[in-house]
């Protein structure tokens, strides 16, 4: 009779690790599906309020609200997402934000086709815009648990940067594109569009395995959103100079009296994406905390930049740094506030975190749209700054009282 194998011999082999690059395309080929979903929301984006206004006859005040709803949509159905990815999955929220796409392009698309009774079209147009509004919310929630599941908490900071990366993204090529589709064939080509893109979104997921539901005790909303306000109020204080730039920057070079606002935006837009691509891997590196205190510093030094800016090219030296900065607040931030809560209430808690970043982008229009009006362009973009030194301090503290 053999004798047996000695204990080590018999001993299974460790699993190998994963790659960086496998980890990596593993995240990309979840959140393609929010690149469909923020090219749909791009493609709309700059055409719908010259629509609203030029074709049915409508206010600028009533273009902008048109447009807003889709967010209030969004910031509102936060919570309904979370729940949805936590109880019944990920890939099923996903599933369904893409229907719901899909119905906003054919609603879309009756809007447009019904150009001859403008309150009937309008009508039709919002319905459409909110129900956009919720597809984000499910999909941004939905993609990001997804990855989480995937490739496990650990990689929490890239999986969140690879889903702004998509988003942001999207919304850069969607926005221009929209205005030539629109030139080239007309406004009814918007809803088929968006009808055709979330009906292949739907295909492509149909076969692509899921994750399981993780089993634990769910946290109520109430109490995954207590464990999460103090990072989200860090991380709104930061982000309202980002609604800030992108909101005002064209009016402020107007006011200066200055030419090219545009390559103020693809400066802000290029060094975010950099900054996400090249430097990801410091949030795992030196955390969470240390990684949003460098943001907002560096964020800081390019809104107040912006704030004294003599010339463009200052501007736009400003509008980099800010860009750069800004890029981590939000997964460095993240990283800590998901481990705020259990596994089985993590789709609550990404809900609660985004309701923050969609806040930011709330008020960010109508607060330095008064302080415009009160002292002037430049004072946007100083009051941004002393937000977002603000928002460093929480951070601090933040950090003081983790360790």
Same mark, same amino acid.
């Given at each position: 009779?053999?004798?047996?194998? #000695?204990?080590?011999?018999?001993?299974?082999?460790?699993?190998?690790?994963?790659?960086?690059?496998?980890?990596?395309?593993?995240?990309?080929?979840?959140?393609?599906?929010?690149?469909?979903?923020?090219?749909?929301?791009?493609?709309?984006?700059?055409?719908?309020?010259?629509?609203?206004?030029?074709?049915?006859?409508?206010?600028?005040?009533?273009?902008?609200?048109?447009?807003?709803?889709?967010?209030?949509?969004?910031?509102?159905?936060? #919570?309904?997402?979370? +729940?949805?990815?936590? $109880?019944?999955?990920?890939?099923?929220?996903?599933?369904?934000?893409?229907?719901?796409?899909?119905?906003?392009?054919?609603?879309?698309?009756?809007?447009?086709?019904?150009?001859?009774? #403008?309150?009937?079209?309008?009508?039709?147009?919002?319905?459409? +815009?909110?129900?956009?509004?919720?597809?984000?919310?499910?999909?941004?929630?939905?993609?990001?648990?997804?990855?989480?599941?995937?490739?496990?908490?650990?990689?929490?900071?890239?999986?969140?940067?690879?889903?702004?990366?998509?988003?942001?993204?999207?919304?850069?090529?969607?926005? #221009?594109?929209?205005?030539?589709?629109?030139?080239?064939?007309?406004?009814?080509?918007?809803?088929?569009?968006?009808?055709?893109?979330?009906?292949?979104?739907?295909?492509?997921?149909?076969?692509?395995?899921?994750?399981?539901?993780?089993?634990?005790? +769910?946290?109520?909303? +109430?109490?995954?959103?207590?464990?999460?306000?103090?990072?989200?109020?860090?991380?709104?204080?930061?982000?309202?100079?980002?609604?800030?730039?992108?909101?005002?920057?064209?009016?402020?070079?107007?006011?200066?009296?200055?030419?090219?606002?545009?390559?103020?935006?693809?400066?802000?837009?290029?060094?975010?994406?950099?900054?996400?691509?090249?430097?990801?891997?410091?949030?795992?590196?030196?955390?969470?905390?240390?990684?949003?205190?460098?943001?907002?510093?560096?964020?800081?030094?390019?809104?107040?930049?912006?704030?004294?800016?003599?010339?463009?090219?200052?501007?736009?030296?400003?509008?980099?740094?800010?860009?750069?900065?800004?890029?981590?607040?939000?997964?460095?931030?993240?990283?800590?506030?998901?481990?705020?809560?259990?596994?089985?209430?993590?789709?609550?808690?990404?809900?609660?975190?985004?309701?923050?970043?969609?806040?930011?982008?709330?008020?960010?229009?109508?607060?330095?749209?008064?302080?415009?009006? $009160?002292?002037?362009?430049?004072?946007?973009?100083?009051?941004?700054?002393?937000?977002?030194?603000?928002?460093?301090?929480?951070?601090?503290?933040?950090?003081?009282?983790?360790?």
């Amino acid at each position: 009779m053999m004798p047996s194998p #000695p204990a080590r011999e018999r001993m299974p082999m460790p699993a190998a690790t994963p790659s960086s690059i496998s980890i990596t395309l593993q995240i990309v080929s979840i959140v393609f599906y929010t690149f469909i979903a923020f090219i749909c929301i791009g493609l709309p984006i700059a055409v719908i309020p010259g629509y609203v206004h030029e074709q049915l006859g409508f206010s600028a005040v009533v273009a902008g609200v048109t447009i807003g709803c889709q967010y209030l949509a969004t910031l509102l159905s936060r #919570p309904m997402a979370g +729940r949805m990815s936590d $109880n019944v999955g990920t890939k099923r929220a996903i599933v369904l934000g893409l229907a719901g796409i899909l119905v906003s392009g054919v609603l879309t698309l009756f809007a447009t086709l019904a150009q001859s009774l #403008p309150s009937l079209s309008l009508g039709i147009l919002i319905v459409a +815009r909110l129900l956009l509004g919720v597809a984000q919310g499910l999909i941004g929630v939905g993609t990001i648990s997804w990855c989480m599941g995937q490739v496990g908490a650990e990689h929490t900071a890239r999986s969140i940067s690879w889903n702004g990366i998509a988003s942001y993204g999207a919304i850069a090529i969607g926005a #221009p594109l929209g205005v030539v589709m629109v030139a080239q064939y007309g406004y009814n080509s918007l809803g088929i569009a968006l009808s055709v893109l979330a009906a292949l979104g739907l295909v492509l997921i149909r076969h692509k395995p899921s994750v399981p539901v993780v089993r634990g005790e +769910r946290l109520p909303f +109430r109490a995954v959103f207590g464990r999460i306000a103090p990072f989200g109020a860090s991380l709104c204080l930061a982000s309202i100079g980002y609604g800030t730039l992108t909101t005002f920057i064209t009016l402020y070079y107007l006011n200066r009296g200055w030419a090219g606002a545009a390559y103020c935006l693809t400066v802000f837009g290029v060094c975010f994406i950099l900054s996400r691509l090249v430097f990801i891997s410091a949030i795992s590196r030196f955390g969470g905390f240390r990684a949003a205190i460098a943001c907002m510093s560096i964020e800081t030094l390019g809104l107040t930049l912006l704030w004294l800016a003599p010339s463009t090219g200052v501007a736009l030296i400003g509008a980099g740094l800010t860009g750069f900065g800004l890029s981590l607040v939000y997964p460095a931030l993240g990283v800590e506030a998901i481990r705020q809560v259990p596994a089985s209430s993590r789709g609550a808690g990404l809900s609660a975190y985004a309701v923050f970043f969609d806040l930011a982008l709330a008020i960010a229009g109508p607060l330095m749209g008064a302080v415009a009006l $009160n002292l002037g362009y430049s004072w946007i973009f100083f009051c941004a700054a002393l937000l977002s030194v603000t928002a460093l301090g929480v951070t601090l503290l933040l950090k003081r009282r983790a360790y």
